[in-house]
C-alpha cells in the first residue's frame, strides 16, 4: 500500500500536463478560429490576408507541436474545428488567387478536418458567385458554379460511418447550395441573353 502514493503523484503529474496541453490548445484553437474566420471575410472583400493565415499557420504548427504525445487531445472537437475553419481559409484564398488547391499534408491537418473544411467551402463560393451576378459578371459566376460542382463531385467519393467522419451532412447541406446556385445561375444567364439580344435590336 505504501506504493499508492507515488502512484498517485505519477498520475497527478501526467494529467496536470495534459491539462496544461489541453489549455494551450484551446487557446490556439480560438485563436485560429478566429484569424480563419477573418481571412474569410476579408477575402469575399478582396483583402490581403497573407497576416492573418501566416498567423493562423503558426497556430496550427503549435498545436501538433504541444499534442504530438496527447493524440486524443489532438482529435479532440475544438482542435478538429479549428483544422477546418483553416482548411476553408487556406483553400479559398488559393481558389481566389488561381493557385493549386492544397492537399491535407501541405495544411498539416487531419484526412477528416479537410473533407469538413472542404464542405464548408462550397457555401462561401456561393456567396462568391452570387456576388458576380449581381455585379452582372456572369461568365466568371458560372465559372464559379464550375468549381462548387467540382468541389461536390470530390466531396460525394467519401462513404464512412459519422463515427469516422462527420460527413453526411456537409454533403446533404452542400447539395442543397449547389441546387439552389445553379438554379440562380441559369435564371442570371437567361436575363443576360435577353438583355443582349435588346441591347442589339
Excluded at 502514493?5 to 490556439?28: C, G, P, T, Y
Excluded at 501566416?54 to 479549428?82: C, M, W, Y
Excluded at 439552389?180 to 435577353?194: F, P, Q, Y
Amino acid at each position: 500500500m505504501e506504493r499508492l502514493e507515488d502512484i498517485a503523484s505519477q498520475i497527478e503529474q501526467e494529467l496536470d500536463e495534459k491539462e496544461e496541453v489541453r489549455e494551450i490548445a484551446m487557446k490556439a484553437s480560438r485563436s485560429i478560429v478566429r484569424l480563419c474566420g477573418g481571412a474569410v471575410r476579408d477575402l469575399h472583400k478582396g483583402k490581403n490576408v497573407e497576416g492573418s493565415i501566416t498567423e493562423a499557420n503558426e497556430e496550427i504548427q503549435k498545436l501538433l507541436a504541444i499534442t504530438r504525445d496527447f493524440p486524443d487531445v489532438k482529435h479532440s472537437g475544438f482542435v478538429e474545428t479549428a483544422m477546418q475553419e483553416y482548411v476553408e481559409a487556406r483553400i479559398f484564398q488559393s481558389l481566389l488567387a488561381g493557385q493549386p488547391i492544397p492537399a491535407p499534408k501541405d495544411l498539416s491537418v487531419t484526412p477528416e478536418s479537410y473533407l469538413l473544411g472542404l464542405g464548408d467551402l462550397i457555401g462561401e463560393l456561393r456567396r462568391q458567385t452570387l456576388d458576380r451576378i449581381r455585379k452582372g459578371d456572369v461568365d466568371n459566376a458560372s465559372g464559379q458554379l464550375e468549381t462548387m460542382e467540382l468541389l461536390f463531385e470530390f466531396l460525394m467519393r467519401f462513404h464512412y460511418p459519422s463515427s469516422l467522419v462527420a460527413i453526411k451532412r456537409k454533403q446533404d447541406v452542400a447539395r442543397g447550395v449547389l441546387e439552389k446556385t445553379r438554379g440562380e445561375v441559369a435564371i442570371a444567364i437567361r436575363t443576360h441573353s435577353l438583355e443582349k439580344k435588346f441591347s442589339r435590336e
